[in-house]
């Protein structure tokens, strides 16, 4: 879904988007499927800038990182930006201020460059949604509700693994006595 930020008016201009309409269908299938999702957001025009806020709810399918189980997790992303003409700085170029930390940012705006005269609301939408995902799901808040279910399933595993293992190449123990030749006369 792109958007052509030289048609925003001064007053700026909002945008609502979800399943039911459309637009942004294809550019979040990977992440979201054929969940539901509200995206509102408004795009209001600020000199030679834009501005961007708004909100993303959905939900996404992911395992929990503890115990292997399928979550499906809630996503309540908001944003705010301002829009930028140009591309983004080299990523490894050095600060000035070395490894400082600016708290007074931190609830500040981000800044989103886009190219040409188009803003692509697919593409930023999907981005809010995929770094939203967390590093290591749960399907619990303090403990896995499945912990204890997956460790006591990965002991059977491991001692089926074993029997099968042992099947295969017969008790370690008896290994030794191969190393032993027998000769006709039983020495």
Not at 67 to 77: A, I, R
Not at 102 to 129: C, K, N, R, S, W
Not at 148 to 166: D, G, I, M
Request: glycine residues 8%; aromatic residues 8%; negative net charge.
């Amino acid at each position: 879904m792109k958007i052509h930020l030289s048609e925003i008016p001064a007053e700026g201009r909002h945008y609502d988007f979800s399943r039911e309409t459309g637009e942004l269908n294809d550019a979040l299938g990977d992440l979201i499927q054929d969940r539901s999702y509200d995206v509102a957001f408004t795009i209001k025009p600020i000199g030679n800038v834009f501005e961007l806020k708004g909100r993303v709810k959905t939900r996404m399918s992911e395992l929990c990182s503890r115990c292997g189980w399928d979550l499906d997790l809630p996503v309540d992303q908001t944003f705010n930006e301002i829009l930028m003409k140009g591309e983004a700085g080299d990523r490894r170029a050095q600060a000035v201020h070395g490894n400082q930390a600016v708290d007074f940012l931190a609830q500040g705006p981000d800044v989103t460059y886009y190219q040409g005269e188009t803003f692509d609301a697919g593409a930023f939408i999907h981005e809010a949604i995929a770094l939203s995902e967390p590093f290591y799901p749960s399907c619990g808040v303090e403990d896995c509700e499945h912990l204890e279910e997956a460790k006591r399933k990965q002991r059977e595993l491991e001692a089926e693994f074993a029997r099968a293992e042992e099947a295969r190449t017969g008790h370690p123990a008896f290994s030794v006595l191969e190393s032993l030749k027998h000769d006709k006369n039983g020495r």
